[in-house]
């Protein structure tokens, strides 16, 4: 009898000594036999290091990484998929448990299905005191098995929620095929939608992840994407992108972003990119307007600070802007004031976008002379 494929485990923790231990104990506590656990901590200034190094010293299937900053979620993320030789990979959160069969029950869906890019389960909310908060509702679970690709990915970008169904194994073959991981709002959404392209995503009903205390607000999430915060730096000064201001807004345009990079004709590509858009329009509207008219509310004060700025940083900080409002242009037009004064306009250089506006926008969008 065959050995059976190993699980290549990369749990990354930032300053969570007194809650990694019972993440760890349930990945060692695992039925599957094959098991790789690589440690990642993610520059921890508390008692991380010294809780993972003893689970090191005493397990010989553990390896132990340290790295020297905090680079956040999203890079760590990467990492799992990019380094290790296992087939399988599961990226895991360093305060998250499994339940002792996850791996084996969701090992057994992506043995028997070969074209699974990746399997999940369901999952349930726990608190600090052990005590259950709540089950994620099955319509959180994603079932993306259709034979045409597109097909799979509208699947993923209609219904992906929680991400309970985004903490399962992957198929590294598939994973092989994604894009880099963008520092954006929605990666998470983005990378699904990207991976059903390269085959189907399936589920285990039974509640076997187990998430420590729920998801965090769509804005906190938005922020965290960011570059500047990753590298620990302010979003309110002129050198910081503006797109966490619309996180809605940018998870939706990131997708339009994906489509465009992917292993598809030009003619799929831009109807996966019509579809995207559709897709949250449908889902989001009224908050993805809502965004854009909370952006139009913060201009007078970004404007401001860009007036006071050098013109070096003036022109870094007009950028960002432009980019920004190109996503709402995109996603919401009907976002877009009908009149913006002439001003905004010239400090923001919006008429040099090649952006769909709409026909009754006013001349003051004209370049200044």
């Given amino acids: 009898m065959p050995s059976p494929p190993c699980v290549d485990i990369n749990l990354f923790v930032y300053n969570g000594a007194a809650t990694v231990g019972p993440a760890i104990e349930s990945v060692l506590a695992q039925t599957w036999p094959a098991v790789a656990l690589t440690l990642i901590d993610d520059g921890s200034t508390d008692g991380t290091a010294a809780v993972l190094a003893d689970y090191a010293a005493a397990h010989s299937n553990i390896r132990l990484k340290h790295n020297r900053c905090n680079g956040g979620a999203i890079a760590n993320f990467q990492r799992a998929f990019w380094f290790g030789d296992a087939d399988f990979v599961m990226p895991k959160s360093g305060d998250d448990m499994l339940a002792p069969d996850f791996i084996e029950r969701v090992m057994a869906v992506l043995l028997a299905h070969p074209g699974a890019a990746m399997c999940h389960a369901g999952g349930l909310v726990f608190r600090g005191d052990n005590t259950i908060a709540g089950h994620y509702p099955p319509e959180h679970r994603l079932h993306a098995v259709a034979a045409d690709p597109l097909a799979r990915a509208r699947e993923v970008m209609a219904r992906y929620t929680s991400s309970p169904s985004f903490w399962g194994i992957y198929r590294r073959a598939a994973v092989d095929r994604l894009s880099p991981i963008r520092q954006r709002a929605g990666w998470d959404?983005?990378?699904?939608?990207?991976?059903?392209?390269?085959?189907?995503?399936?589920?285990?009903?039974?509640?076997?992840?187990?998430?420590?205390?729920?998801?965090?607000?769509?804005?906190?999430?938005?922020?965290?994407?960011?570059?500047?915060?990753?590298?620990?730096?302010?979003?309110?000064?002129?050198?910081?992108?503006?797109?966490?201001?619309?996180?809605?807004?940018?998870?939706?345009?990131?997708?339009?972003?994906?489509?465009?990079?992917?292993?598809?004709?030009?003619?799929?590509?831009?109807?996966?990119?019509?579809?995207?858009?559709?897709?949250?329009?449908?889902?989001?509207?009224?908050?993805?307007?809502?965004?854009?008219?909370?952006?139009?509310?913060?201009?007078?004060?970004?404007?401001?600070?860009?007036?006071?700025?050098?013109?070096?940083?003036?022109?870094?900080?007009?950028?960002?802007?432009?980019?920004?409002?190109?996503?709402?242009?995109?996603?919401?037009?009907?976002?877009?004031?009908?009149?913006?004064?002439?001003?905004?306009?010239?400090?923001?250089?919006?008429?040099?976008?090649?952006?769909?506006?709409?026909?009754?926008?006013?001349s003051a969008f004209s370049s200044p002379a």
């Fill in 189 to 362: 959404h983005v990378l699904l939608a990207e991976l059903a392209l390269a085959g189907e995503i399936r589920h285990v009903p039974q509640p076997l992840y187990l998430r420590r205390d729920g998801g965090k607000p769509v804005a906190q999430l938005a922020r965290a994407a960011t570059e500047q915060a990753r590298a620990g730096l302010p979003l309110d000064d002129t050198l910081a992108e503006q797109r966490w201001r619309t996180p809605l807004i940018t998870t939706a345009y990131a997708h339009l972003e994906m489509a465009v990079a992917t292993r598809l004709s030009h003619a799929d590509r831009l109807q996966l990119m019509q579809d995207a858009r559709a897709i949250f329009r449908g889902r989001w509207l009224n908050a993805l307007i809502g965004e854009g008219e909370a952006l139009h509310a913060a201009l007078p004060h970004l404007l401001a600070a860009l007036r006071d700025s050098s013109p070096f940083e003036a022109a870094w900080m007009r950028q960002s802007l432009r980019e920004t409002l190109h996503g709402v242009a995109i996603i919401v037009p009907e976002a877009v004031p009908h009149h913006i004064p002439a001003s905004v306009a010239r400090l923001c250089d919006v008429a040099s976008l090649p952006m769909p506006f709409p026909a009754n926008w006013p």
